[in-house]
């Protein structure tokens, strides 16, 4: 298996590689980057559903339908989908930059992979960038990867 080169010319070594999922188009290219350059890595996707839901009213209670699942586990449902054999998936509540870095340092990942939509501008001033924070933050590398079909 080869990685990115790394000091003195040798071929890093990705072992375990942590892949970030929100089912965009450039979440899937870049599970498919990190399928396609590290096929050998034990590999985990990840989806980080919205933090918990706002206090209900007593409308709310008087009307929710419990047997709606939650979007974590909506989320579980579809990660399963993706899944190819030999990977494993998780699916938590949080907020995505530190869910992410959470599982990667928890679970030993040698390298994170994301996708970037590849917001500038306002765009990125009111929505932020996850794959920056997580840059930012991470004590191992990151990939980030534009899917080219996505528009800004």
């Known amino acids: 298996m080869t990685g990115s080169r790394g000091r003195e010319g040798e071929d890093a070594v990705f072992n375990q590689v942590l892949i970030g999922i929100d089912f965009s188009v450039c979440s899937r290219q870049a599970l498919h980057t990190a399928r396609q350059h590290f096929p050998e890595a034990r590999r985990r996707l990840m989806y980080v559903a919205a933090a918990g839901p706002t206090a209900p009213t007593a409308l709310d209670l008087l009307t929710v339908d419990n047997s709606e699942p939650s979007d974590t586990e909506r989320g579980r449902v579809r990660l399963e989908v993706l899944c190819e054999a030999g990977e494993t998936s ?63």
């Open 90 to 152: 998780c699916c938590v509540a949080g907020h995505p930059a530190t869910a992410l870095l959470d599982e990667a340092r928890r679970w030993g990942a040698d390298l994170i992979v994301l996708g970037t939509h590849g917001r500038r501008g306002l765009s990125h001033l009111f929505f932020g960038s996850v794959a920056q924070g997580v840059v930012r933050a991470a004590p191992m590398p990151v990939l980030t990867v534009r899917a080219v079909e996505e528009t800004r």
